[in-house]
């Protein structure tokens, strides 16, 4: 009788070690399944981030005319290309240190339709001037006493005091680029054979409390750049005489 009794104890054990070895199998299996669908999961989003890294590879920075960022995304293989346009808000007398400024890295746009000058440093808009012009501001200079400003690529050759306008700022006016257009004029008999193409322009501020006059966008320069003397005394602390380069357009 004990002995039977015994038997089926140890039945009942062997029993009960086989179920929990089962379920220790199972839990294993289970582990086993899960740790897979993860290591899946991860190798699924490298090779998605690596498709979308593939799709965007670089982007070019610009900014338009109007201080507006430019982003454009292109691929490896140059398949597709999107741009996308991001409005900035406008930088007028937006606020810089002269003293972190690197010189050699300074360029100046003048766009004569938005009356505005606008500052780049290493590429980017640093800051906007209000700028005036003369009378007939929107046409290409063509010779001497048309009041018109000169529209190109120039350099700043000479920063110098001035006793009507604060700071002078001369441009090498007339450069090649403006003898191209002088002779093209004379050539089409746009001006006579006996113009000259003139010289002595530049950037320049203002009579002393005169700022209104560039709010309110009055022209009345002989074609030179205005701007409030407090903004072209601030611009002279970054500008690099025979270096800096000012390009005047349109629009």
Not at 5 to 26: G, H, N, P, V, Y
Not at 89 to 98: G, L, S, T, V
Not at 105 to 123: M, N, P
Not at 165 to 193: A, G, H, Q, T, V
Request: hydrophobic content about 35%; glycine content about 6%.
């Amino acid at each position: 009788m004990k002995k039977t009794i015994a038997f089926f104890a140890l039945l009942i054990l062997c029993t009960q070690m086989e179920a929990q070895r089962r379920q220790a199998d199972s839990l294993r299996l289970k582990q086993i399944q899960y740790n897979n669908k993860v290591l899946e999961d991860a190798k699924a989003k490298r090779a998605a981030d690596a498709k979308k890294n593939n799709d965007k590879a670089f982007v070019v920075v610009s900014y338009d005319s109007r201080g507006n960022k430019v982003e454009t995304y292109k691929t490896n293989n140059g398949e597709k290309i999107t741009t996308t346009t991001i409005k900035m808000p406008a930088a007028f007398n937006k606020p810089f240190d002269p003293d972190t400024i690197d010189k050699d890295s300074i360029t100046l746009k003048v766009i004569k339709a938005k009356y505005r000058l606008q500052v780049y440093y290493k590429g980017k808009l640093l800051t906007m001037y209000k700028s005036v012009f003369g009378p007939n501001h929107l046409l290409q200079k063509q010779q001497e006493g048309d009041r018109r400003t000169p529209e190109g690529t120039f350099t700043i050759l000479d920063i110098k005091k001035h006793d009507k306008w604060d700071l002078f700022m001369l441009l090498d006016y007339p450069n090649k680029e403006s003898y191209c257009n002088f002779e093209i004029c004379k050539s089409n008999r746009e001006i006579p054979e006996s113009a000259r193409i003139g010289g002595s322009v530049g950037i320049h501020g203002i009579w002393p409390k005169g700022d209104n006059v560039i709010d309110l966008k009055h022209n009345w320069t002989d074609g030179c750049v205005a701007l409030k003397n407090k903004d072209i005394e601030e611009l002279s602390k970054i500008i690099k005489p025979g270096y800096t380069k000012i390009t005047i357009v349109r629009n």
